[in-house]
């Protein structure tokens, strides 16, 4: 199968990221899946029962990030 592979960057207020953070665990909590559109495209993960969850948190020349990554 192909590598299908979408990235965005959005500069958005504190409580607008956490509404999307909410948005993607309530899909992950109600559903078997999580769905993206992107360019008109539908995009549809299957999340089976149990995952593989890695936080990394970095801290350099006073720029913080915080990555959560969900593999299966």
Known sequence: MD??????????????????LHQIADALERHN???FMRN????????PDRVEVEV???VEDGESSLEIELKW
Do not use: P, S
């Not at 990235?7 to 207020?13: A, D, F, L, Q, S």
């Not at 008109?40 to 999340?47: A, E, Q, R, S, W």
């Open 40 to 47: 008109g495209m539908k995009v549809t993960f299957n999340v």
């Open 33 to 35: 899946d999580v769905e």
């Open 56 to 58: 990394e948190m970095e």
């Open 3 to 20: 590598l299908i592979e979408i990235t965005e960057k959005h500069n958005m207020t504190r409580e607008a990221a956490a509404k999307l």
